[in-house]
């Protein structure tokens, strides 16, 4: 034979100890972290994977500075080892690729043989299938490899799919008839899994249908009692209902049916885009750190502060640089706690929450106590981050909570919310205006940035005329920007009036009025017009196509107003073609509209807007009946 394996086929597998092995022998793979390139490549078998991936996977945020010559060096010496059963490791400018087939990879084996599984018509058939699929798994997985976070968070994802194939496995037995021999083993799994109910139910189950209905009830109550004691939680609505029918001795033979089915694979990701120019905070973010890596039970954080003064986008920011500690999923909110739109009800939020989670639309619970068990329940053994911005108040966000021990929540509110910090344990994260030079190097990111660098007297002037506050520092940063060259000193005394020092929390309104005053002076009369009417846009993001309705022109027009006002920092453009305003922005829009803007004109505008709506709404409607695809864009359906 010569140095190719010939007639074999090369199997890597990561359900256990990373190894490549095939038929005639096993490929030698080197040290740990050189086992990590492998399974970093394996996981995305026949895609590129970024060098940037590569060397997060390898060493988190502590890369050394010779990371990307350490990976390549890696990958030379996988290279021959790998080319002796003749797969490859092709180089491409965002990465490296692994020239293998997806099947080959134990870990595509046993996600393909889970699909194919739920796709049989019978429980046996499932069953058996879904057993085939487990067997696959040789240990914990991703064993023998050094790396970062991101592998720790792989890891606890592949486990979790494993769970949640055996669970799926188990349920499909038990409504085949042979829920009795499970017993054993759903022993085990609930005591390693104690607060997966659906795990519990099924053993409640097995037990009643082997004539041990007592131990069923008992099983039951100890779980009752268990959840409550460690969190805080009653069982959820399912739980609880095949208690009561326990209790009547009602309990059907094969085919009953527990838990509501939810998407295993459901991972939600709905964080804001991140925030640019972020700068400073330094403090803060250390201590949202400490939060979440501390000893507590249950990881809540509250980011407090004034109007304009940044606490949106340090959560974000924060939860960006955090979200691989949280490989199932984040989950956020705009609960409009401070806005001039209605704020949202905990119903309505666990709502979205659950089925982001999976939750099929049908199975919502409709009350706050029913939503909020499934929500605790689908939580409790994940690690989900959840992000719940601009509360009003305590009610508002206790429903919200996930109670799980492996999540964490952040939220931020301008008000202290001081029963969320007795009584549910929050950690205050109090967020100032920034500090002096904090608010310069500010400056120098933003659009105009080399002209404040140019006059830093006048720039560290204005700094101190915009009271250090975030929001003003940005609107007068654009409005020097798009002013004559020379105009900084200026533009500092004008906004400074007679009010030159740092604010206390009640001014921030105030000075932030003074730079939006100024930019909106400089506007001509068509963008004067248009931002005027923006405020009165009810969702929290529209489009160009929705401003030129609200304003009666082409949208080529409008897309030229809102380009210069995204210049002077009144609106902002969250993604192509998608724009938003600050709340604090949106209510002296609305200002200025019933100041200047007659109620007539007022309300034809809004109206053009909503028959737009309307009329984007029915056009997607009708599209989706001829296309069975097609779905109303996000920020119609967040008006409507």
Not at 195 to 203: A, D, K, N
Request: glycine share 10%.
């Amino acid at each position: 034979m010569s140095e190719r394996c010939l007639g074999h086929v090369l199997k890597i597998g990561l359900l256990g100890a990373v190894q490549a092995r095939c038929e005639c022998r096993e490929v030698p793979l080197g040290p740990p972290r050189q086992r990590a390139v492998l399974a970093l490549l394996a996981l995305e078998a026949g895609r590129t994977v970024p060098m940037e991936r590569l060397i997060r996977g390898l060493w988190g945020e502590r890369a050394p500075a010779g990371a990307r010559g350490l990976v390549q060096g890696y990958v030379s010496r996988l290279r021959p080892a790998l080319a002796g059963m003749g797969v490859t490791i092709a180089y491409a400018p965002q990465g490296y690729l692994l020239e293998l087939a997806a099947e080959q990879v134990d870990v595509h084996e046993f996600r393909i043989s889970v699909t194919r599984a739920r796709s049989l018509d019978t429980d046996e058939a499932q069953a058996v299938a879904l057993r085939r699929a487990i067997a696959l798994w040789r240990g914990e997985p991703l064993t023998g490899v050094s790396g970062g976070e991101l592998l720790d968070g792989l890891r606890e994802t592949l486990t979790e799919e494993r769970l949640a194939a055996t669970e799926e496995c188990l349920n499909a037995e038990a409504r085949a008839g042979h829920a009795t021999v499970l017993i054993p083993e759903l022993i085990a799994l609930v005591a390693e899994h104690p607060f997966r109910e659906g795990l519990v139910g099924l053993l409640m189950l097995a037990l009643c249908r082997a004539g041990r209905r007592a131990d069923a009830l008992e099983r039951y109550e100890r779980t009752r009692r268990r959840l409550v004691e460690e969190l805080g939680l009653d069982p959820g609505p399912e739980l609880r209902q095949l208690h009561q029918t326990i209790l009547r001795g009602t309990v059907r033979g094969a085919g009953t049916v527990l838990l509501p089915s939810v998407e295993a694979d459901a991972v939600p990701a709905q964080l804001p885009a991140e925030p640019g120019q972020f700068t400073g905070r330094a403090a803060e973010l250390t201590l949202l750190d400490s939060v979440v890596t501390g000893d507590e039970t249950v990881a809540i954080s509250l980011v407090t502060g004034t109007s304009g003064v940044g606490k949106t986008a340090l959560a974000v920011h924060w939860a960006h640089r955090t979200r691989s500690r949280f490989p199932d999923g984040q989950l956020y909110v705009d609960l409009h706690g401070h806005s001039p739109r209605r704020p949202l009800r905990p119903i309505e939020v666990l709502g979205r929450f659950l089925r982001a989670l999976g939750v099929p639309a049908e199975r919502v619970p409709g009350t706050v106590e029913e939503a909020g068990a499934v929500y605790r329940s689908l939580l409790a053994d994940r690690r989900v981050l959840v992000v719940l911005d601009n509360a009003g108040s305590v009610e508002q966000v206790r429903p919200l909570l996930p109670g799980g021990r492996r999540c964490a929540t952040v939220v931020t509110s301008r008000e202290h919310l001081a029963g969320l910090v007795a009584r549910d344990g929050a950690v205050p994260v109090p967020l100032g205006v920034l500090a002096s030079d904090e608010a310069v190097t500010l400056f120098g990111k933003l659009p105009g940035g080399e002209r404040l660098s140019a006059e830093p007297e006048a720039a560290g002037e204005l700094a101190r005329a915009c009271g250090y506050l975030p929001l003003a520092l940005r609107v007068a940063a654009a409005d020097v920007a798009g002013g004559p060259v020379g105009e900084t000193a200026g533009r500092a005394r004008r906004l400074a009036g007679a009010r030159l020092s740092v604010p206390a929390a009640g001014e921030a309104r105030e000075i932030a009025r003074g730079a939006l005053d100024s930019s909106y002076r400089h506007l001509d009369p068509p963008a004067r017009r248009l931002f005027r009417l923006l405020g009165m846009v009810p969702g929290p993001v529209f489009t160009a196509e929705a401003a030129a309705a609200l304003a009666g022109t082409p949208p080529g027009e409008a897309d030229r107003l809102l380009y210069g006002l995204a210049a002077a920092g009144l609106v902002e453009e969250t993604e192509p073609g998608r724009y938003a305003l600050h709340d604090l922005v949106r209510e002296y829009a609305l200002e200025r509209a019933w100041a200047e803007d007659p109620e007539p004109e007022r309300a034809r505008a809004l109206d053009a807007l909503l028959a737009w709506y309307l009329r984007a709404v029915r056009e997607a409607g009708e599209e989706a009946c001829l296309a069975e695809a097609a779905t109303v864009p996000a920020h119609m359906i967040a008006v409507l």
